[in-house]
């Protein structure tokens, strides 16, 4: 046993060094809190916008220009992480940043040689450097080792790794794996075979010097040299390293996918930090509707534009949306967004005049109309053709998309009322400059709107009148719905619009797959200069625009020439669905005061008239408390002032009493719900109001 003084001696020296030890750590621990790694360059990356299974649509650079896209371990080949590690740091996976036996071994052979043929730089030291950009000095090394070493305490070897890959230069401005596979290779990481990935676990050693796309002998060289290194450690068979010498390496740079460019675009600006954004397009069908736009752009005026939408009613996420021909146009003015730009719909808007004349209980399917000449106040509406055909049904009148009719329902209906109905439903008509409330014009086209607006409105119908945002992001969710139509007035106006014929020469393949009719409405606005087609389905809306961005009139490309044929290629793009359809309409007649609508005394669009007929209570958006303790509603009066008696009453379309004296009569409700009162005069005239009974 050692004297009790030696023992000393060692209780202070073991003391010594463990407050040395004690020391040291606190130095590092206080070092790391004060200088933590520097990871903004991990922050700066370029925004990748995908489609809804995650395949890239359009890439964009990062603040400096760079193509950087994030990667992990996850995203590439296990092939390419063997390769690697075992040309660039084979102890990765024990050291703790710095590899002393990598050290001495490069300071032996550049001591040898006399000059650096060698270097120890682990992978983490290269993400440091990576992370933290110095000229190559011996301190810079210095520096490294130690940054090195603080990545190794702070994180675990995947993540450094990671860092690795989504850093690392590939000649220019491609930064990281992913950018490199795609732009050199035109694969993901994960599809990388034997001499692809040697070839990127070349490429990061001299960036500029390896470029394939300038100097492909030596990148040829370069993958050869990992190639027979990694056989040496047995990471490769010789076969496998020989049939990947035999292959060529890349001699182009590749240019990243862009499709969707507008709806990108917008999306990057609006979530701006997400490097990622998940889209509801549909890749295979966007990349088809491009095709077709740019194939039916061709048959335009080189300065005419086109937007297509498509939507999926079920969930009203949107799988093809393109803005124009081509976003790099500047002929065709392709960087103006047309799904968005707000023009005149034309007749576009027709079905829903005559949607809230069923609900108002002005029109039924099968009334007799009069298409004839007629002056509201000094304003005289013609037909596309110039001529009109007298007596029809409401029916025949929208399949036709005659003028006057529809301007006569929305007379009925009341200009400011189908405004207000429509912007309830999310749907935004901006009006001419200087009008301050929309008139009678608004059922010609009158107003502007824009194709995402429309195709909204138009997906309704087959949601039985039920309206909500489009969804464009798989993350996004689905608005609240607004009811714009009853579920009767919809299936009404979808039936009649399944009747529409298709365009001459058209033959849908859906059709000849056994799926079910389209719902067509057409408009063309004043002048020709633009021509739209709704397209309806039980599961898909197609919305299409076509003219020229600045305004100009294209004469003879209206709706049905010019939008309706790209429409009905756009359908049979999608897959054949066996959904219900709406119609055809029932042939019943309807009642005795809706069998027939002519033109009688009308007045110019604008404020109400104290003659004219108004529902004075309820009014719309009222919650009325009409429920008794036992749930059953209580009495109420509903009241109206003007119009000429006798006055009939209708609770969702529905006839419960006329006063042939009186402007008021009593209602009982049924129950709780939301219910729409109508009160119609003896000259056709209504007035309504939704309300919520509690």
Do not use: C
Request: hydrophobic content about 40%; glycine content about 10%; charged content about 20%.
């Amino acid at each position: 046993m050692a004297p009790a003084w030696v023992r000393n001696v060692w209780v202070r020296r073991a003391g010594v060094a463990a407050a040395g030890v004690a020391v040291l750590m606190g130095t590092a621990l206080l070092l790391d809190r004060l200088f933590p790694p520097p990871l903004g360059r991990l922050a700066d990356l370029s925004v990748t916008v995908t489609d809804r299974k995650g395949q890239p649509l359009r890439v964009f650079t990062n603040a400096a220009g760079a193509w950087r896209l994030p990667a992990t371990v996850d995203d590439v080949s296990p092939l390419f992480v063997e390769l690697l590690l075992a040309y660039e740091d084979r102890r990765f996976e024990s050291h703790a940043g710095v590899d002393p036996l990598a050290v001495l071994r490069a300071a032996g052979q550049n001591l040898g040689a006399g000059r650096v043929v060698s270097g120890a730089s682990t992978i983490t030291m290269q993400v440091a450097r990576l992370l933290e950009p110095r000229p190559r000095t011996f301190s810079a090394k210095l520096i490294e080792a130690a940054r090195a070493a603080q990545l190794e305490w702070r994180y675990g070897k995947r993540d450094i790794l990671g860092m690795y890959l989504t850093l690392a230069p590939y000649g220019g401005n491609i930064e990281g794996i992913r950018a490199a596979s795609l732009m050199l290779l035109g694969k993901a990481p994960a599809e990388l075979d034997a001499a692809e990935a040697a070839l990127l676990v070349s490429l990061p050693q001299s960036p500029s010097h390896l470029r394939p796309d300038r100097y492909p002998e030596r990148a040829q060289a370069a993958r050869d040299k990992v190639l027979d290194r990694v056989a040496e450690s047995g990471a490769l068979s010789p076969k496998a390293v020989a049939e990947a010498k035999s292959l060529p390496v890349p001699s182009a740079r590749l240019s990243l996918p862009s499709h969707a460019p507008h709806l990108a675009d917008r999306l990057r600006r609006a979530n701006p930090g997400q490097p990622e954004i998940v889209t509801t397009i549909d890749g295979t069908l966007q990349q088809a509707v491009e095709a077709l736009g740019r194939r039916a752009a061709e048959t335009l005026n080189p300065q005419a534009g086109l937007a297509v939408l498509v939507v999926d009613n079920r969930d009203r996420s949107v799988l093809a949306y393109l803005g124009s021909p081509n976003a790099l146009d500047e002929t065709r003015q392709g960087p103006i967004d047309m799904v968005r730009a707000v023009r005149s719909p034309g007749s576009a808007l027709k079905p829903f005049i005559y949607g809230l004349g069923f609900d108002d209980g002005i029109i039924h399917p099968l009334t007799q109309i009069a298409d004839v000449s007629t002056r509201f106040g000094d304003w005289a509406p013609r037909n596309f053709d110039r001529s009109f055909t007298g007596d029809l049904t409401v029916m025949e009148a929208l399949q036709r998309s005659l003028n006057v009719p529809a301007v006569l329902v929305l007379d009925r209906v009341g200009p400011l009322r189908f405004a207000e109905a429509l912007r309830k439903a999310g749907a935004r008509l901006v009006l001419p400059g200087g009008t301050t409330l929309p008139g009678l014009p608004v059922a010609l086209g009158g107003a502007s709107i824009s194709l995402w607006d429309m195709t909204t409105l138009y997906s309704g119908l087959s949601r039985d009148g039920l309206v909500a945002p489009l969804r464009a992001r798989m993350d996004e969710p689905g608005g609240a719905e607004q009811r714009l139509l009853s579920a009767t007035a919809a299936q009404q106006v979808r039936a009649i619009l399944e009747g529409s014929p298709p365009p001459p020469g058209v033959v849908q393949a859906q059709e000849l797959r056994g799926s079910g009719p389209v719902a067509l409405k057409t408009g063309t606005s004043y002048g020709f200069r633009d021509a739209w087609a709704f397209g309806v389905t039980g599961r898909y809306t197609v919305g299409v625009w076509v003219g020229r961005p600045d305004g100009t009139p294209s004469p003879d490309h209206y709706g049905r020439n010019t939008a309706a044929p790209l429409l009905f290629e756009v359908f049979d793009r999608l897959p054949a669905e066996r959904g219900r359809p709406a119609g055809p309409v029932r042939n019943e007649a309807p009642p005795e005061l809706l069998r027939h609508l002519r033109p009688g005394e009308v007045e110019l669009a604008g404020p109400r008239q104290t003659d004219r007929l108004r529902l004075t209570f309820p009014v719309s958006d009222m919650v009325l408390e009409a429920l008794g303790p036992d749930g059953k509603g209580e009495p109420m009066t509903l009241t109206a002032a003007g119009g000429r008696r006798p006055l009939s009453w209708l609770i969702d379309g529905r006839r419960i009493a006329q006063s042939p004296i009186a402007r008021d009569v009593v209602w009982r409700p049924d129950g709780p719900g939301v219910v729409r009162v109508t009160v119609l005069d003896a000259d056709g005239r209504s007035d309504s109001a939704t309300v919520e009974i509690r």
